[in-house]
């Protein structure tokens, strides 16, 4: 079985700040793990994916991840926040692509 | 980029009607579509795998005389909830796969309100 843990439901950072969004996930076989962003009454777009390989990913809008197999985590983060970059955040693994598992989500709140 | 279309965007009905939602990939066909459930402040709940020209694979007590899925083409996905109740409000969305192994893109979301 999958799962997911996003530690933090709301995280508040001050423009220009770094941003760090936690995700942790539990899986029995390699998996595929998943970083989306959801607009306020819009669906998710991905922002980076990490299926094998390079274990540092750079996805869209300045944001990379790292997947660390021995802390089972893919931490999200961004050097410099934009006031764009308030939504909520949403970490996903698979096996593959097909079914996803996602956390319960991190609502990231940008101060001017 | 890939694209898929929900419509409607927003529906507000009474309890015991029947609406419909409907899943585009605009630009590309997709044989497999997924249907999420996305309750207030929470996260998003497989509800079930669309495949087309084939019956739908729900996930573990999601009610499939409940919520109708029907894959007719490559391009379209529906999803029905009959006989919906207020409990059945939430924000549901699909996505939908290009090329498999690949990650799904997702529509923009139906907000359900039954009065």
């Known amino acids: 079985a999958q799962s997911v843990t996003q530690l933090g439901s709301h995280v508040s950072v001050s423009e220009g700040a770094l941003v760090l969004l936690r995700c942790n996930y539990s899986?029995?076989?390699?998996?595929?793990l998943f970083w989306y962003v959801q607009y306020p009454n819009q669906g998710l777009q991905l922002l980076l994916k990490?299926?094998?390989?390079?274990?540092l990913v750079k996805g869209i809008n300045g944001f990379e991840a790292e997947f660390k197999k021995s802390e089972t985590s893919f931490h999200l983060t961004k050097p410099s926040a934009h006031m764009s970059d308030a939504a909520e955040y949403f970490c996903?693994?698979?096996?593959?692509?097909?079914?996803?598992?996602f956390g319960t989500g991190t609502r990231l709140q940008v101060f001017p | 980029g890939a694209v898929v279309s929900q419509h409607p965007s927003r529906v507000i009905c009474k309890s015991g009607t029947s609406v419909k939602i409907e899943c585009r990939s605009l630009?590309?066909?997709?044989?497999?579509m997924f249907w999420y459930r996305q309750f207030p402040k929470k996260s998003l709940m497989l509800m079930a795998t669309?495949?087309?020209?084939?019956?739908?694979?729900?996930e573990q007590g999601v009610e499939k005389d409940k919520f109708l899925i029907n894959h007719a083409s490559l391009t379209l996905s529906t999803l029905t909830v009959t006989s919906a109740h207020p409990e059945d409000s939430s924000f549901y969305i699909c996505?939908?796969?290009?090329?498999?192994?690949?990650?799904?893109?997702f529509g923009d979301g139906t907000r359900l309100s039954i009065l």
């Open positions: 669309s495949n087309e020209g084939s019956k739908a694979t729900y």
């Open positions: 990490y299926t094998t390989g390079a274990t």
């Open positions: 996903a693994v698979s096996h593959n692509t097909d079914k996803l598992i």
């Open positions: 899986s029995s076989v390699p998996p595929y």
């Open positions: 630009d590309f066909q997709a044989t497999t």
């Open positions: 996505s939908a796969e290009d090329t498999p192994n690949q990650p799904q893109h």
